[in-house]
């Protein structure tokens, strides 16, 4: 009866050896496909870069949707505080036009020394 047993412990530690021995196999045979590990490291690879492209274009949409909205709202700020000042500076220049004739002037003159700067 213990031949009987002995047998059967060896055929289950010979079975388990055989599973270790294959994956054993399978790993060294994995180990050594180096052109399939590349393929594989460079999909990784890719599919990281687009996932990281995606992203990107996400927060780029979304900072240019909120620069536009900025920008609306200046403007529309623009606008009222032209339309609320536009009399007033009428009726300015229509009193002393010489006066706006020389701020213009100025205007016109600083530009052109800040053009002359810049080359």
Do not use: C, F, I, Y
């Amino acid at each position: 009866m213990t031949t009987e047993r002995s047998e059967d412990e060896q055929r289950v530690e010979l079975e388990e050896l055989r599973e270790e021995l294959g994956a054993t196999v399978e790993e060294l045979a994995n180990r050594a496909d180096v052109p399939a590990r590349v393929r594989a490291r460079r999909d990784e690879t890719v599919a990281k870069a687009k996932e990281a492209g995606e992203q990107a274009k996400t927060v780029v949409l979304d900072s240019s949707e909120r620069a536009k909205a900025v920008v609306v709202d200046g403007s529309e700020r623009a606008k009222a505080l032209v339309a609320e000042h536009a009399p007033a500076v009428r009726d300015a220049a229509n009193r002393s036009p010489g006066l706006v004739a020389a701020a213009a002037g100025a205007a016109l003159l600083l530009l052109v020394l800040l053009l002359r700067r810049r080359r």
